[in-house]
């Protein structure tokens, strides 16, 4: 029976909706992460890609369900949350290129002859209290986006997409650690952004999902 | 991804062969280890190819006389990769370690975090080591090194030299990822290409620097690119 106690409780507090399996996933891989910390979101990726058999295709448009998250939430900050001229520069930047990489992954998948799924539906709880609790969230979504680029990666069969994937989840981190560094914290505090897979994370986490 | 003569050889020859026969990648290599090196960067390359069980270190100028070699032409490709990276981590650890070690940087939180960056370096010297011999290959020799200037140009020099290295590494990372056979091997990669992110922006912020100057989408460095802009760093 795993410990009760949420390694990164923030996380539950973000809800996100739509009937799109990369919803799905990434609901499910939130789920992970709040049980079991971020770095269980890698893995849970992995296998969550590794079972679709979508291909390509598939992985992108799980990447694209990310960054319309980021995009949205950078956004809804710079509209409701007082933030220092610093911090708002940064939140700006940001925004910025989460929205460069919803775009380039339209085209990408487009490209690709698939479909990119739309928006899915978004809700941040009281994230936007204040710059703080703003703060805190953003650099768990940045680290999870990390983590989940980290584990879809291996999977993408072209080296294009490849190169693509690792150009943005490059930036991701970089997201990170600058938001890391105005908390105060360790801008990269482990050696590796990479999960231990196992086995029984994957399984436990299953009864989280919602459905 | 335009690195052909850095490539494995399709045809599974030991790469010495190649680098022998092809002046434009002995060239290079040449360049690379700045010329007085030579006979033990030969032999390097020799061990990286799994040519003999002998410490990287030795000087054994003998090419490798038996040209068969049983491991697969995707696995020396990565072997070569990997000792790249190898040879980057080990630059960056010993610019950290020596950077603490003089006490140059003043200030008890940039020291830290210079610390900090340090040991994840020389966690990536260890992993890369590790995953070279387990690849059944000899992981390249720590170079010697030559940052001197740069810590007695005090802590901005340093700083900004630090910010340019990470950059460099991160973008190091990028331009391998698609050259990565193993699966498992490129798992690792990413897992090191994005903390060299981290590395980067946090201390681009201290210099003042963006935390994302390529903009949205971080470029790649080919591997003469790296080598290159390495070279003041290493000693002959």
Do not use: W
């Not at chain 1, 058999?53 to 900050?77: C, M, P, S, W």
């Not at chain 2, 003999?52 to 696995?75: F, I, L, N, Q, V």
């Not at chain 2, 390495?230 to 002959?236: R, Y």
Request: with cysteine; charged share 25%; aromatic share 4%.
């Amino acid at each position: 029976m795993p410990n009760p106690k949420l390694a990164a409780p923030e996380v539950a507090a973000i809800e996100i909706t739509g009937t799109t399996r990369q919803v799905f996933i990434m609901r499910s891989a939130l789920a992970a992460g709040t049980v079991y910390g971020l770095a269980s979101v890698g893995p849970f990726v992995s296998r969550a890609m590794a079972q679709e058999g979508g291909g390509d295709v598939e992985i992108l448009n799980f990447a694209l369900t990310l960054e319309y998250l980021e995009a949205a939430y950078y956004k809804q900050a710079l509209a409701e949350t007082k933030l220092a001229s610093e911090v708002k520069s940064l939140a700006t930047e940001i925004q910025e290129n989460e929205e460069a990489h919803v775009e380039a992954l339209i085209v990408t998948i487009r490209d690709l002859g698939g479909e990119p799924v739309k928006a899915p539906g978004v809700d941040f709880g009281k994230a936007f209290a204040n710059e703080a609790s703003f703060l805190e969230l953003a650099q768990t979504l940045e680290d999870t986006g990390v983590s989940a680029y980290n584990g879809a990666a291996p999977a993408i069969e072209s080296t294009e997409v490849l190169a693509a994937a690792g150009s943005i989840v490059q930036i991701e981190a970089r997201h990170a650690a600058a938001i890391r560094l105005l908390r105060d914290e360790n801008p990269a505090p482990v050696g590796f952004d990479e999960a231990l897979s196992t086995d029984e994370v994957l399984e436990a986490v299953m009864p989280f999902v919602k459905a | 991804m335009n690195d052909s003569s850095a490539q494995a050889p399709e045809g599974g020859g030991p790469a010495i062969t190649e680098l022998g026969q092809d002046p434009r990648s002995r060239a290079r290599f040449l360049k690379m280890v700045g010329g007085a090196g030579a006979a033990g960067a030969l032999s390097l390359l020799i061990a990286a190819c799994g040519g003999d069980d002998d410490d990287a270190g030795s000087s054994s100028t003998t090419p490798a006389t038996d040209a068969t070699d049983e491991k697969p032409a995707a696995s020396k490709g990565d072997i070569e990769i990997v000792n790249y990276a190898l040879t980057l981590e080990y630059l960056e650890a010993e610019f950290y370690a020596q950077v603490i070690a003089s006490g140059a940087v003043t200030d008890k939180k940039i020291a830290e975090l210079a610390k900090s960056i340090g040991e994840n370096e020389q966690e990536h010297v260890d992993a890369l080591k590790a995953t070279v011999e387990k690849l059944g290959g000899t992981p390249a020799a720590k170079p010697k090194t030559k940052f001197e200037d740069v810590i007695a140009g005090g802590p901005e020099t340093i700083l900004e030299t630090a910010a340019s290295v990470e950059n460099l590494g991160a973008a190091a990372y990028l331009g391998q990822a698609g050259r990565i056979k193993d699966k498992e091997i490129l798992a690792a990669a990413l897992a090191i290409h994005t903390v060299e992110g981290r590395h980067a922006a946090a201390l681009n912020t201290l210099v003042g620097k963006s935390v994302v100057p390529d903009g949205p989408f971080a470029k790649p460095a080919t591997m003469d690119e790296v080598l290159e802009a390495v070279k003041p760093f290493i000693a002959a």
